[in-house]
Structure formats: structure tokens, C-alpha cells
């Protein structure tokens, strides 16, 4: 841990503010009686305040468990996590965080407005203008005709839309998305990706963890590559990629790296992510 | 605030379940063949029905409480709707005892319904409501109050099915606390004697709130003739809300410890 303070005393000078900052986590997971597999390990990295960063990897290269770390729903095995430097733990430091979870499931007998209502009520907003807001987001995301149907109803593109509306109700300052473009149409998806940039335009800190790489191309500022629960890459995009590449070479150029050195892993890790610091 | 939002809503789920109105309508079928059971003796319509009707609101209540309790907190983390409940600014306890307040709130009704109905019942036979049948009323929910509190206390850490199934078993035990307890004084068993005087300390005493037929101050109980005072469903109370309190206490500190991977 002492390393870690090091880097950030001498980067806080040159960098903004970290709204979340994540140093030297670690996550396992028992799977037998004795044997256990790191799911994380030593994932370290920052979201800066009004940026948006991609978190991009593999099935099972340790994102969605990193979200949850991130989200309190799982606990490290170590390392350290700040939430405007909070603990996730602490209310005062989730209540500046909206969160869209990957494939997310709400109520089915509520409404998409009474859903929407029941959350902003969980983070403390009630009354006329938390209504107001809940009927705009659902304008902007297109949904405004089916706020008062039962989520029965709702396709799985109308749940994703419905996540981010949750998601960002109570104007959080950090938005957290797990795979927030999978299942929309292409209108769908365009109409998401506006509501991303225009929260990022608003100065809202943004992690996104996506598959959809062209989509994490056109807005994120930075990415982190994970693979085999390590971060293997980290910086901004044009940066990172070699000419003649795109994010999907860079991608898998990274994760068969990764895959070959598994154990030892010294491969192309960029000299932020091998300081611990992204 | 949070806690009455997430009852609120609980209860607002538990309503709009199909499956509960199939119990309700269960409970009025039962209510009716009380009432037809009635008719068939002879001097004891009254009785009879009265005796069918508190026993089977009782039963259908206990069904209730476990589908219900076990059920809703497994759905919600096995469809994974905590995972946009609890990144909140909630702490998990609130969510769990507002989930239980919210199921409390719901068996409420759903007495009270069974009770109007059972009291419908009475009228048409021409019997009187007395206090006393109110007075099992009330045991019978704060009977139903501590059911859903074990039922929550297993689903925070197993199975909808492994809940129900100790929370029946829980029942079971709770309703024969004193046989157990005659068990332990007269087995020449000593492990026996230790297991089953272990078990009547842990499991609830239903027959606390479970009275009707059982013995009070030296005297039979009976909603007919002489029942418990209004003092004794007070301390049926107190002991329903203690006995739940610790419950939920232990709940609390295993959910709170839980993972949702």
C-alpha cells in the first residue's frame, strides 16, 4: 500500500482529481474446500473527475467482478478502493454513484416510472421535481410511452435504456455501466451513446465496461485492457493502438499476450499500469 | 424512510402476486366448508365452525408466511434485482427488515380479510363475534409475524426450498414446545434429554400464541368459554417482537456479510 501512496503523491500534482481510485485489488473466489482462483489481481487504476474510461477485456478477464467490487456487492480479499476518497462501504460515498449492471432485472410488477421513483426514494430524492426529472429522462431515452406499463412489457433494450434512467436519477457524479449498449437495436444504441456523451459533457465521471468496442472507441476517454484479471494495458486509445490498428487488434493483441505469458504476465503493460497506477 | 419505501414496496409486490390470491381464495373455501362442517352437527354449528375456521386461518397463514418469506428474498437475488438495490445509499439491514415489514404488512391484510370472512361466516349462522375470537386473532398473526421472521432468517443464507423446509420443521417444533419439553423430563436418555431441552430453548414456543385447547393458569383454554385476557395477547406481543428482533439481528449480520457474485 505504501508503494501506491507513493505514485499517487507524486501524480496528484499532474493529473485531476480521482473520483475513484482503485490500488493493488484483489478478489478470489473459493471454488473447492481448498482451492481458490483470483478472479482480480492487482487491478489498480483511476477515474478521473469528468472522464469517461472504457474497461475493456475477455469474457471472464475480471470486469463485471471488478464493477461489483467497486459497487459493495463483493468485498476484497485485498487492496484498496476510494469512492471520493470513501470506501465503497460508506453511503455518503455510493450515494455519488449510479450504477447499470450488466443484463439488469427490476420489479416486473412495478411500472417503469414507479421503478424509477422507488430508486430516487432509496437515494434519499422524493417529491415534485425527482418526478420531473424521472419524466425527462424517460423523454430523452425515448421512453416516455411506456413509463406507466408494467416492466412485464418491457424488451430487454427497454430494460437497458430503463437501467441508465435508475442509473443516473439522482444526478450521481460517478455513473458506473456494465454493458449498457448489449441488446438495443442500432437506434437503441445511438440513442444510449448520446445520453452517455451528454452526461460526460455535464462533467459526470464515467466507467464504462463494454464488448461493443466501436461504441467504447466513439466515447471513451481512456480504456484499461484486463485479461486473466489483470490489467495489461492502460492510456488513451490513439496512444495505445500501433498504425493500421483499431481497438479490436489492440484488444486481442493484448489478451493473446496475456494468455501466452498467464502467470507471469510482463507483456505490453503500459508504464502507468506497471507503476500501479492507470 | 427508507425502510417504510422498501416495505412499501415489498407489500406492493407481495399484493400484486397471483399466487396470493390463490391462497385467499383457498382460505374462503375453507371458510365455506367450515361453514358446511357446521351445519352438519348437531347444537355445536357454532363450535365447530369457529374451531375449523381459526385453525384453518391459522394453517393457510403459516403457508403464507413461509411461501411468501422465503420466496421474495430469494427472487430478488437470484434475479439479481439487489444488484440495483443495494449499490444505494441503503445499509443491507434496512432491506431486510423493510423486506419482512413489507411481509408483515401483507399477512396483515390478509388476516384481517380471513377474519371478516370468518366473522361473515359467524353471522350467517346466527353466532356471535365475541372478544375472545378477536384476541386469536391477533395471536394467530403475531404467531404468522414470528413464522415470517424465520423464514427470512433462512432465506438470508439458503435456498427458498431448504427455507421452507426449516421453517416448517421450525413450526412444528415451535407448536410442541411443551411435549418436548415433558420429552426432556422423562427420557432416560441423556443425549436425548440435552437435544430436546436445547430445542425448546431455541425454537419459538407457538403455544404461546398458538393457545386455543392448551392449558392457562389451571384452566383449559377455549375461544367458547374462558380465554386469555387482554394483558396475555400484550405479553404474546412482547414475546413475538423479542423473539423476532433477535432473529433478524442474526440475519442482519449474515446478509450484511453475504456476497452477490
Partial sequence: ?278 | MVLFDIARNTFKEAIRNRILYGFLFFGIALLAGALAFGALSVQEEERLTLDLGLAGISLLGIFMAVFVGGNLLYKEIERNTVYTVLPRPIYRHQWLIGKYLGIVATLAVMTILMAVGLWVVCFVQGGAWHQSVSFAMILIFLELCVIVGVSVFFSSFSTPFVAALLTLGVFAVGRLVPEIRQLAATSENVWMQNFCKTLARIAPNLRYLYISGSEYDGQRVSVHASFVDASYVGWGGVYAIAYVSILLFIATIIFSRREFS
Avoid at chain 1, 220 to 237: C, E, F, W
Avoid at chain 1, 249 to 258: E, F, K, N, P, Y
Fill in chain 1, 1 to 278: 500500500m505504501g508503494a501506491a501512496t507513493q505514485i499517487d503523491s507524486t501524480a496528484d500534482s499532474h493529473r485531476p482529481e480521482s473520483v475513484i481510485r482503485v490500488r493493488q485489488l484483489r478478489k478470489s473466489f473459493r471454488t473447492k474446500l481448498f482451492r481458490t482462483v483470483d478472479a482480480v489481481r492487482d487491478v489498480s487504476f483511476d477515474l478521473h473527475r469528468g472522464e469517461l474510461l472504457g474497461i475493456l477485456g475477455a469474457n471472464g478477464a475480471g470486469k463485471t467482478t471488478t464493477i461489483k467490487l467497486l459497487m459493495n456487492l463483493i468485498r476484497p480479499s485485498s487492496g484498496e478502493i476510494k469512492i471520493f476518497g470513501g470506501s465503497p462501504r460508506e453511503l455518503k460515498a455510493r450515494s455519488k454513484v449510479g450504477y447499470l449492471p450488466e443484463g439488469p432485472y427490476f420489479y416486473d410488477y412495478l411500472s417503469g416510472r414507479e421503478l424509477v421513483l422507488f430508486m430516487a426514494r432509496l437515494s434519499g430524492l422524493r417529491g415534485k421535481a425527482v418526478a420531473k426529472r424521472a419524466d425527462m429522462l424517460f423523454e430523452q431515452l425515448s421512453l416516455a410511452d411506456a413509463k406507466s406499463r408494467s416492466l412485464r412489457n418491457y424488451s430487454k433494450g427497454m430494460l437497458q435504456k430503463l437501467g441508465l434512467i435508475q442509473a443516473i436519477i439522482h444526478d450521481p457524479d460517478i455513473i458506473v455501466l456494465d454493458e449498457p449498449l448489449s441488446g438495443l437495436d442500432p437506434v437503441g444504441r445511438k440513442v444510449m451513446r448520446e445520453m452517455i456523451i451528454e452526461q460526460r459533457k455535464q462533467g459526470k465521471s464515467i466507467l464504462l465496461c463494454s464488448h461493443i468496442l466501436p461504441d467504447v472507441e466513439a466515447v471513451a476517454d481512456r480504456v484499461i485492457i484486463l485479461a486473466d484479471g489483470k490489467v495489461v494495458t492502460s492510456g488513451r486509445i490513439d496512444d495505445l493502438v500501433k498504425r493500421g490498428e483499431d481497438l479490436e487488434d489492440l484488444l486481442v493483441r493484448h489478451i493473446s499476450s496475456a494468455n501466452i505469458k498467464s502467470g507471469s504476465l510482463e507483456s505490453p503493460v503500459s508504464q502507468e499500469a506497471s507503476n500501479g497506477a492507470v
